[in-house]
């Protein structure tokens, strides 16, 4: 029987129904050392975030030579070490496409959020304080969104935002990708100098780690908002703090961080930041897609295997 290990789990609909197939599934979270023992025995491991697979866990798994798929439920694959995997053997699959309306909605959402102060509306009315007078806000029609990174998420945004009348830069590592003429395809700098809102869509690589730092802020409008949905390690966090003590920029919203799930507490608990504890992939809509894409991928890899050995 085919053995698949969910470490950080999983939709129940997609776990019966791989179940239902005949695949033995384990939802369960192994700390590192004890899953050195498990990745020998199974065919498949589903991870999250949560799962670090590198180099050292990929050689623990080939001393049996059983584990033949590593399937990140979500997008990012930082998390795993995938050339390596790939160059012995183990095949690396992503749900690329999931959760791209979640993340694009969260973002949406964060944009609002700072720019009508609703997390400190929020906290001082909780507190018994009928804050309206220093409650003015901004709208984001006529603003300037400024995307950095523009794949599947961005672009979803960028649709999303230019409908509520915002203006789209957007720059790329890759490519100027001219999907809608009405999106101007610019350099970082002009983004970081133009922008009202600036938000970041990048995998975290070697080239993005650390993108956003001191420098950035210094180029930045001092009204602007920053919004992180991507990765923690794309900005230098204590630089991002030093920006908003000195007034270098309006506020951050982030939902992800260097250090999950401890982020730095000055960042948490800043009057300027939003924050949520990533979240971005966290709808029930995505979850259900993610579950049902990860379902396809485990029937099309053993199918093929069932199909070689007929
Ligand atoms: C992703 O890469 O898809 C997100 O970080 C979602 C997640 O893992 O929770």
Request: aromatic letters at 4%.
């Amino acid at each position: 029987m085919i053995k698949i290990l969910v470490t950080d789990g999983m939709e129940k609909n997609a776990v019966n129904k791989l179940k239902a197939q005949g695949f033995e599934v384990e939802e369960k979270f192994y700390e590192r050392e004890e899953l050195k023992e498990k990745i020998q025995e199974i065919d498949v491991i589903v991870v999250r975030s949560a799962t670090k697979i590198d180099k050292d866990i990929i050689n623990q798994a080939l001393k049996t030579n059983k584990l033949k798929l590593i399937i990140r439920a979500g997008v990012g694959l930082d998390n795993i070490d995938v050339l390596y995997a790939e160059k012995n053997g183990i095949n690396v699959r992503n749900t690329a496409g999931a959760s791209t309306n979640a993340v694009a909605e969260l973002v949406l959402g964060q944009m609002l959020v700072l720019a009508r102060q609703i997390k400190i509306a929020n906290m001082t009315l909780k507190d018994g304080i009928w804050n309206k007078k220093n409650l003015k806000g901004l709208e984001i029609q006529g603003k300037t969104l400024g995307i950095i990174g523009f794949g599947r998420i961005a672009r979803n945004l960028a649709n999303k935002a230019h409908l509520l009348g915002m203006n789209i830069l957007y720059t790329d590592l890759i490519a100027c990708i001219d999907e809608n003429d009405a999106y101007t395809c610019t350099d970082l700098d002009t983004i970081l100098r133009e922008a009202d809102y600036i938000t970041i869509h990048t995998p975290l690589t070697e080239d993005t780690r650390n993108l956003i730092d001191a420098q950035c802020f210094e180029k930045m409008k001092d009204t602007a908002f920053l919004i992180n949905c991507a990765r923690g390690g794309i900005v230098v966090e204590e630089d991002l703090l030093e920006a908003l003590n000195n007034n270098k920029i309006g506020g951050a919203a982030l939902d992800c961080f260097v250090d999950e799930p401890n982020p730095i507490k000055d960042l948490l608990q800043h009057p300027l930041v939003s924050v949520t504890p990533h979240i971005g992939a966290a709808t029930y809509e995505a979850q259900d897609r993610i579950g049902m894409e990860i379902v396809d991928i485990v029937n099309d890899r053993f199918a093929i295997i069932k199909d070689m050995v007929i």
